[in-house]
Structure formats: C-alpha cells, structure tokens
C-alpha cells in the first residue's frame, strides 16, 4: 500500500498511561486520572501562550512571587490553572507550586494520596521575546494515609512515582516518565491530543554541547571552572564541545535530552546552592535524564539523593549525557581529596 495519509493506530498519551495503568492490575485508575488532569493543565497554558502575543495577556501582572520577580499575568493564569485541575482531580493532597510561598493542603473533600510539586510556567523572564517555556511537574505518593503534612512532600527525588515536563515552543511537547523509560507526546491541535511521537527516548551517552551561562564564569568553584575549560580547550586533541544556553531550563533540558551533552547551573560564590529549585526543576529533570540513561549530579551526591528541608530549597545541578556527567563528577572527587 502507499503509505496512509493517516496513521490509524493512534498512541494518544491517554491510551499509553491507560497502558502503563494496566501493569498494575490492582490500581484503581487514580494515577491515570491524575495524569490526564495534568495534561488537561498543559492543553490550555499551550493555548494561552499560544495566544499571549495576541491577546495582550503578556505583560506584568504588578504582583511579585515569592522569588520576588514580577510576574507575568501568564505565570498567575497558569498557576490558577493547574492549581484547580490538580484540585479538581480529587486525587491530589499537597501541591508545591514555584508560585506559592506556601504549599496548598487540599481540602479533605477533595483530598487523594498524591502530592504534585510544579513549575506551572518556567523559564518564564523569557515569554516576551517568544523563546520556548515550560510546565515541569514531579508527582510523590503520601507517606502513609495519614494527616498530609509538608514532609510528604520534602521526600528524595528518587521517590518520584512521574515526572516531566511540557513545552510550550514551535510545537508543543510533554515529555514523561512514570518510572519505565521517557516517552515524547506533541499536540496535536486539530485533535486536541498529545500523539506519541519520540517513544523510549534514550539521551545519547556522550555529547558534543555544554550548556551554562558563562556570564556567571568569574563566580564559579574550581571543579566547574576546570571542566568548562577542558570543554573549550580539550588537551587531549580532541575539538571543542558546542555551548548552546538558551536560559529557558525546558529548552535546555530538552534539546540535552534528545541530542546530548550536558547542563549545568553550578553553584557560585552569589549563590552557594545554584539557582534552580530542588523539587520542581532539578528532582523532574534528574529523574527524567535518570529514565533516559543518563544522570544528575549535584556536585556532591547523585540529584535524586537529596532530601530538602525546605519546598523552595535549591541546589547546584549537572545532569544529561552519562560520560559527560561522570567527568564533572571525577573532577569535584579529586576537589574532595584535596580538601
Ligand atoms: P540564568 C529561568 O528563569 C530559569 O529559572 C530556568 O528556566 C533557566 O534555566 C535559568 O533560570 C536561567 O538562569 O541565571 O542563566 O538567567
């Protein structure tokens, strides 16, 4: 036959966590309603970023959030969206958003077993000049049934049940793991439904590109220094990696995702825990690159190690191709030693 102007077998991402569900005879399909809340979230920020040029919703909204940025009224409308879909998901008993001070305890009416941390809109400085921004989420399972407290959610990374992300560029991209391997879903506008379209995405195990923002070079420690100099100036003949930062994590994370190499927000001497936020940028990138073959590291322990104290805590974070990431590891041991 020629080949089919329509493919018939559609994988929507409802029908592959449907799938994933049924691993698990004895689940009663609350993850799965779950899931498709949070996607019901990334739906419509997509439209609405999609829309944010025209329909004036750019622009500051005069309140500042917590990191005490202005923000954008995308940031608020986007977080107002997930907040009420997670809610009204009835599956869901604390949410940690980037955009709240405090967690949100749902109301035992409304409450399930899971608890959500999100970045409803990251990379968001960058919505005004159209540069790609992203929805990252992470998903724990409650301790134990009891009274939810904020220690359900100040768990390891490596206790994630899901994470991912969705990006909201030149297509609109969720990209998930439930714990078996990363899969890739676009929007598929006239339908309304993410198709599986990058299936058990596997990062490559070494790259060419590195990708930090070298205007924090002057402030970096030793060990960081030391490997993006060996990236611009290898000794052992072999040529000079690629830098390619584009400030937005999503985009960043993304394209490591799919062609390799390695990110860094390392800590520096203004910020001695980095900059990016432990529960809802560093644990759903970590475990994602984990899923993907390749890892996370902190400059001290393996990413998903940590335990926070704190649910806006942050943390220094290396994290893609596997070869790459055990480079920068060799070179904050040797630190070690000499300390
Ligand atoms: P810098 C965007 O504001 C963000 O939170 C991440 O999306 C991004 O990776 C990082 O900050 C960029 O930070 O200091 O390089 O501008």
């Not at 305890?105 to 399930?112: D, I, L, T």
């Not at 409803?120 to 159209?130: A, E, M, Q, R, V």
């Not at 993304?254 to 062609?259: D, G, P």
Request: charged share 25%; glycine share 10%.
């Amino acid at each position: 036959h020629e080949a089919d102007a329509y493919r018939t077998d559609l994988m929507t991402i409802t029908r592959y966590v449907l799938n994933e569900q049924s691993k698990h005879p004895e689940s009663r399909g609350d993850f799965t309603i779950l899931l498709n809340h949070i996607v019901l979230g990334c739906k419509f920020v997509c439209s609405a970023v999609n829309k944010a040029g025209l329909a004036k919703l750019i622009g500051l909204a005069g309140e500042t959030n917590i990191q005490g940025e202005e923000q954008k009224k995308l940031d608020v409308l986007s977080n107002e969206v997930f907040v009420k879909a997670l809610v009204s998901s009835g599956r869901t008993c604390i949410l940690v958003s980037e955009e709240d001070e405090e967690a949100t305890f749902v109301e035992p009416s409304k409450r399930g077993k899971y608890c959500v941390v999100f970045d409803p809109l990251d990379g968001s400085s960058n919505i005004d000049c159209g540069v790609s921004i992203g929805t990252i989420f992470g998903i724990y399972m409650m301790k134990d049934s009891h009274e939810p407290t904020i220690d359900d959610v100040l768990q390891p990374g490596r206790n994630m049940l899901a994470a991912g992300y969705c990006m909201y560029g030149s297509s609109c991209t969720l990209v998930l793991s439930t714990g078996s391997g990363v899969n890739g879903f676009t929007l598929d506008p006239s339908l309304g439904e993410f198709i599986l379209t990058h299936p058990n995405i596997k990062i490559p195990k070494k790259g060419k590109i590195y990708s930090v923002n070298e205007g924090n070079a002057k402030n970096w420690d030793g060990p960081t220094g030391k490997y993006v100099e060996k990236c611009k100036f290898p000794k052992d003949g072999s040529s000079p990696k690629s830098l390619r930062y584009i400030g937005s994590m999503v985009a960043d994370v993304h394209r490591t995702l799919l062609y390799g190499g390695i990110f860094l927000y390392p800590a520096d001497k203004k910020s001695p825990n980095g900059k990016l936020r432990v529960l809802y940028e560093v644990f759903p990138m970590s475990f994602l690159m984990e899923q993907a073959g390749g890892q996370a590291f902190t400059g001290k322990q393996r990413a998903l190690d940590l335990v926070p104290k704190k649910i806006h805590e942050r943390s220094p974070i290396f994290l893609g191709s596997y070869d790459d990431v055990e480079e920068i590891k060799a070179l904050y041991a040797a630190e070690e030693k000499k300390e």
